[in-house]
């Protein structure tokens, strides 16, 4: 047949991960002080199809598909979510055409070979019981087909490519409605070899970036359940909307508060350049100046809001700059109090991302350093006149109680080397100015970022005058 060799690892073979349902086991495991020490969320959905007897469609899965319209909390759609999930760990690659094999495994010349030798079948065909198109045939494939010892090396990207050009249809949706672009964040987070090339081809050559699956969900609303930032980043980038509702009726602009300072940084970024806003101060981690990305970036000493590479573009800023550089002044400013629960108490600030993906939604998240779930963290070291940090406020989720008392901010530093409660009672009028940034200027109205000089143990001063971005933590 002239084919090339066709190679695959075993353990690759195996689809999308998709949020699980049915009953939660809780198991965690409670921190340790133990310097280092880390805390698992993930809680890993239980499986039980056999690999490799293909993709069967269960007859309670049909029933499920059978259904109109969008899927929902109440009439299967979570149950499905597992189904799918748990199925699709049969896969077989044997079950392809060879033409469908040559795509899966990122084979270009034997896909142009069963073009030039009038084997390939029409573009618009499906493979599999899951319906599979071409386009996604070569996503899944490009996220689980590594390159091992005397196999060709897999070209998705160059298969894509020339499929499109000859009109592969790239919007076909299988059995539950994803469609390629959303099989390209639903793989596994980490990036598979050309993630961001492949999700640039599709969305440039038209697939459509809105396309809603049985739950009515697109794929920006699956990026952010999974966290996916480069797909947020790329999604948004080609246009996706953020309003239009799943089938539970919840639409992207509210669905990312949920989802973890991350998504929440990406998602604020883009909304903001939406609006016609400016960037926020301190939007990502570049150079004011140049945008360069680098992690050790020198903040300016007057307004301490805007971060720079180096000197020479500090310097080539600044015309621009000294009209918003402004300084910590009594009206720009506000003065807390810390509280600091003691360590006894236990208190923990569970992180809600990988508490919400590990726990609650199955996916497999990487472990939280015990001292991010600290609520108290006395500032060490201090030097003498304190220090310039970023905090984040988080306001409570309830305000006010029965009695009239108000609850607590809860801030803290990226390192968590200062946390603390703030207590209305402590400073009054400060807390109040800062609640009201928060409030009218953030877009979640429970978190701000601010520049804070944290003078000693027991008091900070808050530039109210300037929120900050959102940032990924
Ligand atoms: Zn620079
Ligand atoms: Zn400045």
Known sequence: MGFPALGIIPSLLFLELRRASGPLVYTATMPTTKKGAKLNFTNPPKWNCEPGVGFIITDEMKKILAQPGFLTDTNGGPRLQHLYSNQSLGFRVEDLSEFGKACFLGL?????????????????????PYEFGYATLVV??????????GFP??????????????????????????TAIQHCVLGDLKAYPGKEALIRKLLAS????????????????????????VGIDLLMEYGASVDIPNGNGKA?????????????????????????????????????????????????????????????????????HKKKCKPFTVSSSAKLVPFYLPEAL????????????GFVGGLAVPPVPVSHTRMSQEPKNLPPGGKQVVVKVQVPPVLKNPDGSYNHFLVYTQKRDFAC?????????????????????????????????????????????????????
């Open 252 to 320: 992207v602009r509210r669905l990312f508060l949920e989802a973890g300072a991350t998504v929440n940084a990406a998602m604020e970024k883009w909304l903001l350049k939406r609006s016609g806003k400016d960037a926020a101060p301190m939007t990502g981690k570049c150079c004011g100046h140049c945008g360069l990305e680098q992690k050790s970036l020198k903040v300016c000493s007057g307004c301490h809001t805007v971060q720079y590479c180096s000197r020479e573009c500090q310097r080539a800023a600044w015309s621009d």
């Open 206 to 229: 038209g697939a459509e970036v809105d396309y809603r699956n049985r739950w009515g969900e697109t794929a920006l609303s699956c990026a952010i359940q999974r966290g996916d930032i």
């Open 140 to 149: 899944t494939g490009s996220q689980r087909v590594i390159r091992s010892p």
């Open 153 to 178: 090396h897999p070209e998705h990207l160059a298969v894509l490519e020339f499929l499109i050009s000859r009109s592969l249809p790239l919007n076909v949706p299988d059995i539950v409605g994803y």
């Open 346 to 357: 236990g208190a923990m600030n569970i992180p809600q991302e990988p508490f919400r993906r």
């Open 421 to 473: 409660l703030v207590r209305r009672v402590d400073c009054q009028k400060a807390w109040d100015a800062v609640y009201d940034v928060i409030k009218k200027q953030s877009l979640s109205g429970l978190k701000g970022y601010f520049v804070a000089d944290l003078k000693s143990r027991d008091e900070f001063v808050v530039k109210v005058s300037e929120l900050l971005a959102a940032q990924p933590w």
């Open 108 to 128: 270009l010349k034997t896909v142009q070979y069963c073009f030039m030798t009038g084997m390939a079948p029409p573009l618009t065909n499906t493979e599999t």
